[in-house]
């Protein structure tokens, strides 16, 4: 991978569907560069917030997903290019001094200051989803449910670009002691050999598909252990679909990783990618749409799943459109979830209730192949808890709410209520109806 400085055009020339380039902050303020045509104010403003939030973006993404005659408005330009108002106005001017003093040990304070209010690592993450194995913690693997445990490998955590509103934000950025990864398999495999009811491994990141195939292919191989035997669905969480699809296509080792999924399938496992994808327009370009075909005909289940965002995909007939796209590619549409409580969810979250009819207006209109898609879902602490519907219960207006998936197996699938608030965002803004505390508080 490289990183150029920007040629004076308003769009770099494209790199060679093999060659990937990446652009960072610093190529962000450049009057005739990325930015070219947005205002100067709201690039300097942009840059800003790039301070704070990651920022990287490919070729590929300012080539064929940006509207450029709809920036800064378009839904792909705010998927990468963060926002000034992500930041709340104090914090904005406090880095906008620091920038104007040049003094970059300040900077550096006040960013690493904004960064830790914006609550890292939400839902326990770090901790209520542990592995241990004989008392000792296991790095860069989690087992919050049951049949799934999620394994970060080092090398996987980056993407081919960031997404703004990403809950993962702080894996990206400098603060070492918020990033989690394991170097090895070893760990993970023992774990496994004495958790027999995990039927799931998922390879999560950043995204996995940054890595070479020959490391993915470590990991995915390391699982194919007669001893393992009770894991039978490799999942691997990746938005390069929509980010870098030449991975599937051009890179040098596309076809070795094809490779790999067909031996997966022939040693009588699944490989089941779970692709984020937030909008339709990531599915319209020729490349993305060559890199299903030959991820589908090596025998991979692509299944899809985005949360539900203002300012990108905050109408019932995108996400209408996203799911009729994505069956007529073959793609099971998976998870809508709402935005979560960490880094800029002020900016991009929609209020539950606003979620819920979302999904509604959406589903209503799609035919019953696309209708695998739950509805909107929180990750929250307890488990991933679905907005079921709005509902008028004894006289009063309540959200109808279940768990998909729980800490404890028993929460999963009881229904349970809420009092309606329109403005809620988030589990713990709701306060339970019927009941002085909900099921799982107790
Ligand atoms: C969603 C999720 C899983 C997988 O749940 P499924 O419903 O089986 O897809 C596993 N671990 C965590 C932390 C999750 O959020
Ligand atoms: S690709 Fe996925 S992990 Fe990477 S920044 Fe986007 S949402 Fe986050």
Redesign the pocket.
């Known amino acids: 991978m490289e990183e150029t400085k920007l040629a004076s055009a308003a769009l770099p020339d494209f790199a060679e569907p093999s060659r990937f380039r990446a652009w960072r902050a610093v190529h962000l303020q450049a009057p005739e560069g990325l930015l070219a045509k947005v205002p100067s104010k709201l690039r300097a403003d942009i840059h800003l917030a790039a301070q704070v939030f990651p920022f990287r973006v490919n070729d590929y993404v300012l080539r064929e997903l940006i509207d450029w005659n709809a920036a800064p408005d378009d839904p792909m330009f705010r998927l990468v290019f963060p926002m000034p108002e992500m930041l709340i106005q104090e914090d904005r001017s406090r880095v906008a001094e620091a920038l104007a003093q040049g003094d970059r040990a300040r900077l550096a304070a006040v960013v690493t200051e904004i960064r830790a209010r914006l609550n890292p690592h939400p839902a326990g993450q770090l901790d209520a989803n542990a592995a241990y194995l004989n008392g000792q913690r296991l790095e860069g693997v989690q087992h919050k449910y049951h049949e799934t445990v999620l394994f970060f490998p080092t090398q996987g955590q980056t ?1 081919h670009s ?2 703004t509103f ?1 809950f ?1 934000w702080p894996q ?1 950025v400098g603060e070492r002691a918020w990033r989690m990864g394991a170097r090895t398999t070893e760990g993970l495999v023992r774990y496994l050999r004495a958790h027999p009811e995990v039927s799931d491994v998922l390879i999560t ?3 996995p598909m940054v890595m070479r195939t020959a490391q993915l292919a470590a990991i995915v191989r390391a699982l194919l252990d007669p001893a393992l035997a009770h894991v039978r669905t490799i999942r691997i969480g990746t ?1 390069a679909i929509s ?1 870098w699809p030449y991975r599937f296509t051009h890179d040098e080792d596309a076809d070795d990783l094809l490779r790999l999924i067909e031996e997966v399938r022939a040693r009588g496992k699944e490989i089941a990618i779970m692709a ?1 994808i937030c909008h339709p327009r990531e599915l319209m370009p020729q490349p993305a749409r060559n890199a299903v075909r030959r991820l589908r005909d090596a025998g991979a289940i692509i299944r899809a799943q985005s949360p539900v965002l203002r300012w990108i995909n905050d109408e019932a007939d995108v996400w209408a459109e996203l799911w009729r796209e994505e069956v007529a590619l073959g793609i099971v549409p998976y998870y809508m979830f709402v935005e979560r409580d960490t880094g800029a969810q002020h900016y991009f979250a929609l209020p539950l209730a606003r979620c819920w009819e979302i999904y509604r207006d959406a589903i209503r209109q799609v035919s019953g192949l696309a209708r695998t898609a739950r509805g909107p879902s929180m990750s929250a602490w307890p488990g991933k808890v679905e907005v079921q519907g709005v509902a008028e219960v004894a006289d009063k207006r309540v959200f109808v709410l279940r768990m998909i998936q729980a800490r404890n197996p028993k929460w999963v699938q009881r229904p349970f209520f809420a009092h309606y608030d329109a403005h809620a965002i988030w589990l713990d803004e709701l306060r339970p109806a019927f009941a002085k505390r909900f099921f799982f508080e107790s």
């Open positions: 993407c960031y997404c990403c993962r990206f990141g950043g995204d938005k980010y984020h």
